[in-house]
């Protein structure tokens, strides 16, 4: 999972933004989980088909909407989210070379 190539944080939520406007076009994720109400984080969480998606009415954010990133997996359809800076990998169209998200030299 190591990649040389990285991108920053802003870069690659900017990106797999656009992928929206393309239909049929997903990307690949991976990142830390961190659940507020259950204390229970750390876990590696990897979703290769994803698309970028509006929160939801029932989406309650425990923080500041702006710290989320909210997507789809795509496969199942099930909503999901993640904070924004747990974001470890993300793979874009047309190769899916994970490249690692570099949040401290935004």
């Not at 990649?3 to 870069?11: A, I, L, P, Q």
């Not at 900017?14 to 690949?28: D, H, M, N, S, V």
């Not at 904070?83 to 998200?101: A, H, S, T, V, W």
Request: net charge neutral; with cysteine; aromatic share 12%.
């Amino acid at each position: 999972m190591e990649s040389n190539k990285t991108v920053s944080g802003n870069e690659a939520v900017r990106k797999a933004r656009e992928l929206k406007y393309i239909p049929g076009t997903t990307f690949t994720l991976i990142h830390l989980t961190c659940n507020l109400k259950t204390k229970k984080c750390g876990e590696t969480v990897k979703t290769e088909r994803t698309r970028v998606r509006p929160a939801l009415k029932e989406d309650t954010f425990q923080m500041d909407g702006d710290l989320y990133f909210t997507y789809e997996d795509v496969d199942t359809g099930e909503p999901k989210m993640c904070f924004k800076c747990l974001m470890r990998y993300i793979g874009f169209p047309p190769d899916y070379e994970l490249l690692k998200i570099d949040w401290f030299n935004d």
